[in-house]
């Protein structure tokens, strides 16, 4: 079983809807759970990160940890067509700066 | 907004070659990283650097790879003898003192010929 499994997509959504993405995981030491834009040839940038379980919300964005099903998500309320990209989820171990173990993305496109 | 910076943005090197991937990481972040995402494939991780000493370091980071931070900014990623396989986008990261985030980079393509 891979340590984070994430939908690839390609997710396609029409402008102005709630967008739902998903990770689940195996390992039950992660702790730290974050979400991450990014754009064709770019760095991953940094949207969300949240702590253990519970919900955090900043602005359209909503992530979501339920660690007894292993399980996180990100939600995107009014999509806009500049949210399209790929959307990876990371995760670690509670150690401080340890390394980030990351799903393989999922591509959405929000369509005019 | 501050933000990790990496030279160059593209580099192409035959077989063989030495490479030197070169990152300014965020000014008071003292944890410094590197990964590399092959082409269609997930983010891996490489090393992460702390205190002037590797912590961590993945099965892909074997010999042929080395970390250095020469000053007080730059954070360098070099390639002793590059190979076929090495083609990927290295991105560099950096985390603030509490360990919690990670910052990247816009990353290097390395094109290996």
């Known amino acids: 079983q891979k340590e984070v499994e994430q939908d690839p997509g390609p997710l396609s959504v029409p402008e102005g809807a709630i967008v739902s993405l998903n990770c689940t995981y195996s390992n039950s030491a992660f702790q730290y759970f974050m979400w991450y834009r990014q754009y064709s040839r770019k760095g991953p940038e940094l949207l969300m990160y949240?702590?253990?379980?519970g919900n955090k919300e900043d602005g359209r964005f909503t992530a979501q940890v339920d660690k007894s099903s292993k399980y996180i998500s990100l939600f995107i309320r009014d999509s806009q067509p500049s949210d399209s990209a790929t959307y990876l989820c990371?995760?670690?171990?509670?150690?401080?700066?340890?390394?980030?173990?990351f799903g393989q993305g999922t591509e959405l496109s929000v369509k005019p | 907004e501050p933000e990790v910076t990496q030279t160059p943005s593209h580099q192409v090197t035959q077989m063989g070659q030495e490479v030197i991937l070169r990152c300014v990481p965020i000014s008071n972040h003292l944890y410094f990283y590197w990964y590399r995402q092959i082409l269609g494939q997930k983010v891996e991780f490489l090393v992460s650097f702390y205190n002037n000493e590797i912590s961590e370091k993945s099965e892909i980071f074997d010999d042929q790879f080395s970390v250095e931070r020469p000053d007080g900014s730059n954070f360098t990623l070099k390639i002793r003898s590059t190979k076929l396989e090495d083609s990927a986008m290295y991105f560099c990261?950096?985390?603030?003192?509490?360990?919690?985030?990670?910052?990247f980079g816009p990353g290097t393509r390395l094109t290996v010929l």
């Open positions: 990371a995760m670690r171990p509670r150690n401080q700066g340890g390394k980030l173990i």
């Open positions: 990261a950096s985390g603030p003192l509490s360990g919690d985030t990670q910052y």
């Open positions: 949240t702590y253990s379980s």
